[in-house]
């Protein structure tokens, strides 16, 4: 079992940014963390694919994201980032890390407690 702690959440106003990571536990195998993503939900949606990356530093990013938020990892610390900017109001979610050999084996990998990101207007 993998274990995955989100941090970075916070309240910040339109037009701001924020930096979220997520650190898997030390005695993650390279296999099981091999892609990390970060999913996002906002109260009364359903919860959506923001990002994800390979351990080969292969991206994917959602539609609504592309071009504000960046994904990268750190494979020696087995830590993922979300470096988001020119956030928005709908941005506003709690945002979960996940983990999983692959993209396609996310929904049912790994996955952290999330962590609240507020975008006021």
């Known amino acids: 079992q993998v274990q995955l702690v989100e941090s970075g959440g916070g309240l910040v106003q339109a037009g701001g940014s924020l930096r979220l990571s997520c650190a898997a536990s030390a005695s993650a195998s390279i296999f099981s963390i091999n892609t990390m993503a970060w999913y996002r939900q906002a109260p009364g949606k359903q919860r959506e694919l923001v990002a994800h990356?390979?351990?080969?530093?292969?991206?994917n990013y959602a539609d609504s994201v592309k071009g504000r938020f960046t994904i990268s990892r750190d494979n020696v610390k087995n830590t993922v980032y979300l470096q988001m900017n020119s956030l928005k109001p709908e941005d506003t979610a709690v945002y979960y890390c996940?983990?999983?050999?692959?993209?396609?084996?996310?929904?049912?990998?790994?996955w952290g407690r999330g962590t609240q990101v507020t975008v006021s207007s």
């Open positions: 990356i390979t351990r080969a530093g292969n991206t």
């Open positions: 996940a983990a999983a050999p692959s993209a396609t084996l996310l929904r049912t990998g790994n």
